[in-house]
């Protein structure tokens, strides 16, 4: 079935889709042909009310979703949130992160701040350590306190 992806600056594309396709499939098609990130996306189906589109394993036909269908694309931006960074000295900062920055630019901006090279920063979350991927992988949120612990030097 043919959908029609409608954006805010009034230009529309139409996406082939399966009926049994779901949400978070459709999402991903959207960032293969519009090159707009998935989690920016929020989808709207537009069938005489507004259906939100907000469960993404759930199927197209499950929304009532049909050939011709029209559903709009908002772009939606990270929310900021506030994290601490607690060092060896059980010294907090604060430091404003979206959710979908990276390990290792975070890492970047402790070194810039906190004077600790990348190479010797050990970061924790929830007794896990953060090497690689998004904050959000380690489950980081809003008032979340990451403690920078330094690395042995040695052999």
Do not use: W
Request: aromatic share 4%; with cysteine.
């Amino acid at each position: 079935m043919d959908l029609t992806i409608s954006l805010m600056n009034g230009s529309s594309h139409i996406l082939r889709v399966h009926p049994h396709d779901t949400v978070g499939s459709l999402k991903i098609l959207i960032q293969q042909k519009l090159r707009i990130s998935c989690e920016t996306q929020k989808l709207v189906f537009e069938n005489g009310c507004s259906t939100t589109l907000n469960n993404d394993s759930a199927t197209l036909e499950s929304y009532g979703l049909r050939s011709g269908a029209k559903v709009n694309l908002l772009v939606t931006t990270p929310a900021i949130i506030q994290v601490f960074l607690k060092n060896e000295k059980g010294v907090s900062s604060t430091y404003d992160i979206k959710p979908d920055e990276t390990v290792s630019h975070f890492k970047s901006r402790v070194e810039e701040r906190e004077r600790v090279p990348v190479s010797q920063q050990r970061l924790l979350h929830e007794s896990r350590e953060m090497n690689e991927g998004k904050l959000s992988d380690y489950n980081v949120r809003a008032n979340s306190t990451i403690s920078l612990n330094l690395r042995l030097r040695g052999g």
